[in-house]
Nanobody
Framework: QVQLVESGGGLVQAGGSLRLSCAAS????????MGWFRRAPGKEREFVAA????????YYADSVKGRFTVSRDNAKNTVYLQMNTLNSEDTAVYYC????????????????????WGQGTQVTVSS
């Protein structure tokens, strides 16, 4: 089992940047595909980005492609989400999640592939 704790959320003006972190504890971090999801007010949780075990493959939702970057440091048991050019549509609670599945490829976008979730961190973008 792995425990996940997100940090780095906050209030930022439109056009600004934030970097979220997700620290993992428990089993070997490099065993997990890591994903970021978000839930905006009144909406269902949606996929944002994911990264493979080694970090060599990354996946993004169309809405964040070119603005967000997911990365990981397996030595520090941490996954990051660098968010640039933020807008009000990015206001949400952001969650990191861990998957033990292999061969996911594009299925990293599906919530049910992730067994472990953090508690979430709030990101609010003011216009």
């Amino acid at each position: 089992q792995v425990q996940l704790v997100e940090s780095g959320g906050g209030l930022v003006q439109a056009g600004g940047s934030l970097r979220l972190s997700c620290a993992a504890s428990g089993r070997t971090f490099s065993n997990y595909v890591m994903g970021w999801f978000r839930r905006a007010p009144g909406k269902e949780r949606e996929f944002v980005a994911a990264i493979s075990r080694s970090g060599s493959n990354t996946y993004y939702a169309d809405s964040v492609k070119g603005r967000f970057t997911v990365s990981r440091d397996n030595a520090k048991n941490t996954v990051y989400l660098q968010m640039n050019t933020l807008n009000s549509e990015d206001t949400a609670v952001y969650y990191c999640a861990a998957s033990v599945d292999y061969g996911l490829q594009d299925r990293v976008r599906y919530e049910n592939k992730y067994a472990y979730w953090g508690q979430g961190t709030q990101v609010t973008v003011s216009s």
